[in-house]
T-cell receptor, first 110, second 114 residues
Framework: GESVGLHLPTLSVQEGDNSIINCAYS??????FIWYKQESGKGPQFIID?????DKRQGQRVTVLLNKTVKHLSLQIAATQPGDSAVYFC?????????FGKGTTLSVSS | DADVTQTPRNRITKTGKRIMLECSQT?????MYWYRQDPGLGLRLIYY???????NKGEISDGYSVSRQAQAKFSLSLESAIPNQTALYFC?????????????FGDGTRLSIL
């Protein structure tokens, strides 16, 4: 079946470090991927997306990399801040449904 | 004001009761969705609607029903609530178009069924 998983359930970093959150997907036909951030008591918040015709996309302090050969994508957060502490989900848009991974909890210490 | 508003934010009820969760949006999007989230798991799709006259089942529709009252409103009902429907429920919207668009979520309804 379809699955979009994250490699690590938790990631702890120091403020100012760069963070890398990884995600693997199983459907080689997947052509659209989204990263969401979820803070406690809130809904998932869109961070960045990437289509399968791209390898890399940059936003403000964030970069998403897509490796279709190994079916892997990553979210890089530059100069991580305490406000970045949250659960991060990757999601694959399969036809009409978003297929979510289980999430990585990012903890940023000062 | 939030673009996607869910009410109520929290609800505790008893087994067998009928419950309605409501969602309204000011984003002007055609597409609306209902998901549930369980601890340690990602979100799973319950129902979705691409316009007012369109309703489709998602992965886990059993025990749920929906109504798309207007472009901006999409409600989820539990006809006879059971304890394993205790979860966090999210409404989402997305724009239509020829290319995939991200979904935007409300802040959720925490539902507890005793």
């Amino acid at each position: 079946g379809e699955s979009v998983g994250l490699h690590l359930p938790t990631l702890s970093v120091q403020e100012g470090d760069n963070s890398i959150i990884n995600c693997a997907y199983s459907n080689s036909a997947s052509d659209y991927f989204i990263w969401y951030k979820q803070e406690s008591g809130k809904g998932p918040q869109f961070i960045i997306d990437i289509r399968s015709n791209m390898d890399k996309r940059q936003g403000q302090r964030v970069t998403v990399l897509l490796n279709k050969t190994v079916k892997h994508l990553s979210l890089q957060i530059a100069a991580t801040q305490p406000g970045d502490s949250a659960v991060y989900f990757c999601a694959d848009l399969l036809r009409t449904a978003l297929i979510f991974g289980k999430g990585t909890t990012l903890s940023v210490s000062s | 004001d939030a673009d996607v508003t869910q009410t109520p934010r929290n609800r505790i009820t008893k087994t067998g009761k009928r419950i309605m969760l409501e969602c309204s949006q000011t984003k002007g999007h055609d597409r609306m969705y209902w998901y549930r989230q369980d601890p340690g798991l990602g979100l799973r799709l319950i129902y979705y609607s691409f316009d007012v006259k369109d309703i489709n089942k998602g992965e886990i529709s059993d025990g749920y029903s929906v109504s798309r009252q207007a472009q901006a409103k999409f409600s989820l009902s539990l006809e006879s609530a059971i304890p394993n429907q205790t979860a966090l429920y999210f409404c989402a919207t997305s724009d239509s178009g020829t290319r995939n668009q991200p979904q935007h979520f409300g802040d959720g309804t925490r539902l507890s069924i005793l």
